[in-house]
């Protein structure tokens, strides 16, 4: 079998030059930008760092440790401290895989279902925002945010 190089991405649905494309960028970055410190400073009331509360929030369901620095945008091998620290507090725990015991999964214990909680109901930035789109709006943004970056599958 042939090995294929993929094609290069079509340039052509959002050209550089496009002014639209660019503001697009610019307000998703903006907006990003403002989720993330705001993320950053109810995590801190919390003892926690941004990268930690991220790790909770992604655990809705149990990962493998190698899922989640995917998801995390890191090295695997940085997976392990930050684990290490979660577990510590009792914000987490590490399952071996019922189908594969060589994979540890990470679950959130109660504690950090709770950490996620209190995290998200200090994030007035956040919620302020939220709070001046009516409920039509706020779904159309929900509808919009699922379009652009659909959810990981495992």
Do not use: W
Not at 89 to 106: E, F, Y
Not at 113 to 121: D, G, N, S, T
Not at 122 to 141: C, I, K, N, P, V
């Amino acid at each position: 079998m042939a090995h294929t190089t993929p094609a290069p991405a079509d340039r052509s649905a959002a050209p550089d030059s496009d002014p639209a494309h660019d503001a697009l960028m610019e307000r998703l970055a903006r907006a990003a930008a403002g989720y993330y410190r705001d993320l950053t400073a109810a995590a801190a009331l919390h003892g926690l760092t941004m990268t930690q509360a991220k790790m909770l929030i992604l655990l809705r369901q149990p990962l493998p440790m190698r899922a989640l620095a995917g998801r995390l945008g890191c090295d695997a091998s940085n997976i392990t401290g930050l684990v290490d620290r979660l577990e510590a507090r009792g914000l987490v725990s590490r399952h071996a895989d019922p189908t594969d015991r060589r994979i540890k999964n990470v679950v959130a214990t109660e504690e950090g279902r709770e950490a996620v909680r209190l995290i998200r109901a200090d994030m007035r930035a956040t919620s302020a925002a939220f709070a001046r789109l009516d409920e039509e709006g706020r779904r159309s943004l929900y509808e919009l945010l699922g379009r652009l970056h659909p959810e990981e599958t495992t």
